[in-house]
């Protein structure tokens, strides 16, 4: 086996925390259904990744000033993101669901009047949330990461947070203690970003390994690794 001296590294950022697509496991390696896919294409590929765990708005930030050469975070393709960034096929599905800490009361999005949401920075379900805060009288309050979201409706300092729901499931069955009180809204899909333009040898790369991987079996694998189809 010889190294071939023109592999190239790419730059791809993404989340700190937001399993079950990016995560540090026990023994504190990087995992997830994004990280896993990613390493499996580039592989298939030939292309080498650096993979960056800055959090989801710096990610997408650093993306945007070309700082980095892709950001794979269980990013949703949005109209709005069209604008500055050119996405892969898509590779999982989402919605936004409200969720509530476990012994609430509160099922609908009318209860929230007066009371506090908390939001994930730069994220479509804070977005979805904004969109709503008006007709539904709530104020917000935002959080760079998911978990401390998370803790703040746990703690009851605020009622309710908008997640995306497969994140929300994953959270929930490793023992966060919240249910989700809505049906998913607007769902879409989550896909890798590249800026506008730029980059477009890799995007083709990604498409052309996560069609072999979903031929091969190797995406179904990875997806199977994180989450038990069952449930
Ligand atoms: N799925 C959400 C979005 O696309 C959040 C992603 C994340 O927090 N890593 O905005």
Do not use: W
Request: one cysteine or more.
């Amino acid at each position: 086996n010889h190294v071939n001296a023109d592999t190239k590294t790419y730059n791809i950022g993404t989340d700190v925390t937001y399993p079950p697509f990016e995560f540090a496991n026990k023994n504190n390696q990087y995992v997830g259904i994004d990280i896993d896919l990613m390493k499996a294409i580039a592989k298939e590929e030939g292309f080498k990744v650096n993979i960056q765990p800055i959090g989801f708005n710096s990610a997408v930030q650093s993306l945007q000033s070309g700082q980095i050469d892709g950001v794979i975070a269980g990013m949703a393709i949005t109209d709005e993101r069209k604008q500055k960034f050119d996405f892969s096929k898509p590779y999982y599905k989402t919605g936004f669901i409200m969720t509530v800490a476990k012994n609430s009361n509160i099922t609908s999005l009318k209860q929230l009047r007066g009371k506090r949401v908390a939001l994930k920075t730069g994220t479509a379900a804070a977005n979805y949330a904004l969109s709503l805060k008006d007709k539904y009288g709530f104020k917000t309050v935002t959080f760079d990461d998911s978990d401390n979201m998370y803790n703040d409706v746990v703690n009851g300092n605020s009622v309710a947070c908008f997640e995306d729901m497969p994140v929300m499931q994953y959270a929930i069955q490793t023992g966060t203690k919240l249910k989700i009180v809505t049906k998913p809204a607007q769902s879409g899909y989550y896909g890798f970003a590249v800026m506008k333009g730029k980059n477009q040898e890799l995007l083709h790369k990604f498409d052309d390994g996560l069609a072999k991987l979903k031929k091969n079996g190797g995406y179904d694998k990875i997806v199977n690794r994180y989450i038990n189809q069952n449930t």
